[in-house]
């Protein structure tokens, strides 16, 4: 079989794809694409089935050879890609040629790049998916992130003659403000009114300590909860309030059980803009309304035919 070469890894490289779900019972984290949004556009500029999986790679600073004609699609965030020297935009598709490199610089808008290869990058399926979840030591490449030196196998494409775009309407801004709709639990009023208030209030800025687990955030503390709870399971995009009153908002590799209480989640359809925050990111919440967000996300996930 052919193979994509890893020539350099970058700072975080790592096979995913929708995730592995349902298996929070085993004490296994979902993992998948952080940004799915740049994630399942780079499947569909393929035409591949949307668990086709990608390569993530977080900051960029990487390359890849390929060992066979292969036709790619490179969404997300902006990382001067070129093919032997050429120029490479994003948001698109293009040819590599048997022998042919692609390089990654440091990413300049947005965090995390996908690199999509027609029929999918064909590492084993483990527990129904090819994510890796480097903490559970699972999916991908032997559960770990790729190194310089790694053979991704891959099938030949059959290379089209005319690349496909993503309308521009649909390529997010990575630069703009960020604002997320909250939707609230049921632990909401274990918070003081004014620490709530204060919530929606805020600027609060990224962390640089903040990973696919959980993106952290700094600014005014949140006091005046509970120091903690009775531990419970945690869903995607919860925002969980630790005895610092930082708030942490879970993604995709969180622990399945926490303790900390929790103000509510981020909406689903938003996720993708907060995994694209660098550090130093300027965040805002605002109060989300559970009918309209869930719309959002059913046109999301029908578009591009998501199992969920």
Same mark, same amino acid.
């Given at each position: ?100 490199? =692609? ?6 808008? &947005?965090?995390?790049?996908? +690199?999509?290869?027609?029929?999918? #990058? /064909?590492? $084993? !399926? ?123 908002? =879970? ?6 059980? &926490?303790?900390?209480?929790? +103000?509510?989640?981020?909406?689903? #359809? /938003?996720? $993708? !803009? ?35």
């Amino acid at each position: 079989m052919a193979t994509l070469e890893v020539m350099r890894s970058g700072a975080h490289t790592l096979v995913q794809d929708t995730g592995r779900l349902g298996v929070a019972r085993q004490g296994l984290s979902q993992g998948g694409a952080a940004d799915l949004h740049a994630y399942c556009w780079a499947n569909y500029l393929l035409g591949n089935p949307m668990d086709c999986a990608q390569l993530e790679i977080t900051v960029g600073q990487a390359s890849f050879k390929a060992h066979a004609d292969i036709e790619c699609a490179l969404t997300g965030a902006e990382m001067q890609a070129s093919l032997d020297g050429e120029s490479v935009g994003t948001w698109a598709t293009f040819v590599m040629r048997k022998g042919q490199t =692609l390089q990654l610089g440091y990413a300049r808008s &947005g965090l995390r790049a996908y +690199l999509a290869i027609q029929g999918g #990058i /064909d590492v $084993p !399926r483990v527990l129904g998916s090819r994510a890796t979840v480097v903490r559970n030591e699972i999916g991908g490449v032997e559960g770990r992130a790729l190194r310089q030196g790694d053979h991704l196998p891959i099938r030949p494409s059959q290379i089209r003659h005319h690349p496909r775009y993503v309308p521009p309407r649909f390529i997010p801004d990575y630069d703009s403000p960020a604002e997320l709709h909250l939707m609230v639990s049921s632990q909401w009023d274990l918070f003081p009114p004014d620490a709530r208030n204060q919530f929606f209030d805020n600027h609060y800025h990224v962390l640089p300590e903040s990973d696919r687990m959980g993106c952290r955030l700094e600014g005014n503390a949140i006091l005046g909860g509970p120091a903690g709870i009775v531990s419970e399971g945690i869903a995607l995009g919860a925002v969980q309030i630790p005895p610092n009153g930082q708030p942490i908002v =879970l993604l995709n590799d969180r622990q399945t059980l &926490g303790g900390y209480p929790k +103000l509510g989640c981020v909406a689903r #359809i /938003d996720l $993708p !803009r907060l995994a694209q925050a660098r550090p130093g990111k300027d965040i805002r919440f605002i109060r989300g309304d559970l009918v309209s967000l869930r719309k959002a996300w059913q046109r999301f996930s029908h578009f591009f035919g998501l199992p969920y």
